[in-house]
């Protein structure tokens, strides 16, 4: 075992352990209970495990356990969970960046062949990549997510950008700058920073972690090269100019979409949620008609002209817990969970875009998002953020070393992000 896990299994051996959820055997009274642990939505996660457990016609009840809302508190108490062996976590709701670390660890129970070739039939690439650790499925890939570049109609033409043609990083500040606008990004200390270095990077034909696999005081970062320069240049010229707006280095996703939503806004980054909230909005009266039929969108932008963009990918997988009494049930329960049809009605209800490439034929999903067949061209074309059981290190030490955007410098920010995460993982540095 690496030397996290051993530092991870010894922490857990003092810790105090999660009261643990009702017993998954059912004690031989009616079917087995699977318990599902799901991440927080609108109800859409709880509506397929009713559905799955009528379908099941009596073989299986799934049952749902909450985990909490931020992603690194539920990679917590999964971990602390499965390191105690337990038996309840029958089916998961994985984060991707996570799914290595559990997969190393031995927290998951190996993918059936036929499940396997199943789970990945016409799926989009990037939810494939994103389940995968080691050249083998490790969870089965459920909602995928990706960020879309979205931009004011209006703006756009009096700036004399043709979005129908891909654009670069380099053409959207210099047309925001033309109409003293602001472009929306994610510049806060938080994930949503990863994100965009990753995007950033990945789209100029480079990687964070060069060997993702080797264990950590091997790993090697490919922050020095151009692709990592690029990705430096184009955030610190955001940062620098106010382009990026004044509430720049605490700005999430929601606040992005305002800044978008404002007299000031051009183009942004950022998920599908947009288009459903902003509906909200001027269904509530907080938003006008003219702003919703205002926005376009099209595929996430160049970080190099000609070059094909990488945009961001999320979303969540399912994972079979490897001390699961019930594993095969559960890989049933699994494929039951991520039908074309459930995909598809889960898009609808909660707003998280379909894996499954085909379930973007509902016409209920093209009503609902105009903008489907751009998402899932998207996901095609996504990249995985680094995938290593070290991710809470490295991506840690990039919102560190690149924050904030207006500090970092095309030369300096991937010699300085390099030198501190490299002595992070070697034990040398504390995060």
Known sequence: MHRRIRALAAA???????????????EGS????????????NGGQAAIAASCTEAAGGAYTIETSLLPRDAAAQREQLARRLAAKDSSIDLMSLDPPFIPELAEAGFLAPVPEDVATAATTDVVQGAIDGSTWKGELVAIPFWANTQLLWYRTSVAEAAGLDLAQPVTWDQLIDAAQSQDKYLAVQGAKAESLTVWINALVASAGGQILENPEAPADELKLGLETDAGRDAARIIGEIGTSGVGGPGLPSADESASLTLFQGDKGSFMVNWPFVWSSTQGGVEAGSLDQS????????LYPQTVEGKDTRPPYGGISLGVGAFSDHTDLAYEAAQCIVTPENQAAYFVSDGNPAASTTAYDDPAVQEAYPMYDV????????????????????STGLQQTWYPPSSVTEDGTPVKSTDFITAVLRGERLL
């Open 12 to 26: 857990l051996a003092v810790a105090t352990v999660v009261p643990l959820a009702a017993c998954s055997t059912g």
């Open 30 to 41: 009616g079917p087995p209970v699977l318990t599902w642990y799901i991440n927080p939505d």
């Open 291 to 298: 702003l919703l039929d205002d926005i376009g969108w099209t």
């Open 375 to 394: 998402i899932r061209q998207s996901l095609e074309q996504a990249a995985p953020r680094p995938q290593t059981p070290f991710y809470n290190e490295v």
